[in-house]
């Protein structure tokens, strides 16, 4: 254990508090930023009652419920039917918690919920097909996590 983290880059373990807050506040900036397009089909599929507040809700839980259900069911399932088929099933029932999130987070359906959340991965897309021609950067870049 001790051999993983002084394996770490230099860069990783020598933060300044400076680092930390300019860190923080990257990280806010990226998360309203990433609520936009969650905003905008929000607005588009509630028929204008989505707020801001919700997109940002539906932004910040969204990850964190898929990655919960993302990893039990992957694990405990995994166990029982392999690996493979235990990832596949866990992505279907991590993408439906997402779903779930925007439907409790725009306070609609479970359809209504899975358009906010198509929606918003088209609008996501197109805001970076139009990021990258313009600046030629991309946000967010965890989008494409693949080394480009």
């Given at each position: 254990?001790?051999?993983?983290?002084?394996?770490?880059?230099?860069?990783?373990?020598?933060?300044?508090?400076?680092?930390?807050?300019?860190?923080?506040?990257?990280?806010?900036?990226?998360?309203?930023i990433v609520s936009i397009p969650v905003?905008?089909?929000?607005?588009?599929?509630?028929?204008?009652?989505?707020?801001?507040?919700?997109?940002?809700?539906?932004?910040?839980?969204?990850?964190?419920?898929?990655?919960?259900?993302?990893?039990?069911?992957?694990?405990?399932?995994?166990?029982?039917?392999?690996?493979?088929?235990?990832?596949?099933?866990?992505?279907?029932?991590?993408?439906?918690?997402?779903?779930?999130?925007?439907?409790?987070?725009?306070?609609?359906?479970?359809?209504?919920?899975?358009?906010?959340?198509?929606?918003?991965?088209?609008?996501?897309?197109?805001?970076?097909?139009?990021?990258?021609?313009?600046?030629?950067?991309?946000?967010?870049?965890?989008?494409?996590?693949?080394?480009?």
């Open positions: 254990m001790m051999e993983v983290f002084l394996s770490l880059p230099n860069s990783i373990t020598s933060l300044t508090l400076a680092d930390v807050v300019i860190l923080i506040i990257a990280l806010i900036i990226e998360w309203i905003w905008l089909a929000g607005k588009l599929v509630t028929g204008g009652k989505g707020t801001f507040g919700d997109a940002m809700l539906a932004t910040l839980f969204g990850p964190v419920v898929f990655i919960i259900i993302f990893f039990i069911v992957g694990y405990f399932l995994g166990a029982v039917i392999g690996s493979s088929a235990a990832y596949v099933f866990a992505y279907v029932l991590a993408f439906i918690g997402w779903v779930w999130v925007y439907k409790a987070s725009f306070r609609t359906g479970w359809l209504s919920g899975l358009a906010i959340a198509v929606l918003a991965i088209i609008i996501l897309i197109i805001i970076n097909a139009i990021l990258g021609f313009i600046f030629g950067a991309t946000l967010p870049s965890f989008f494409f996590p693949w080394p480009h």
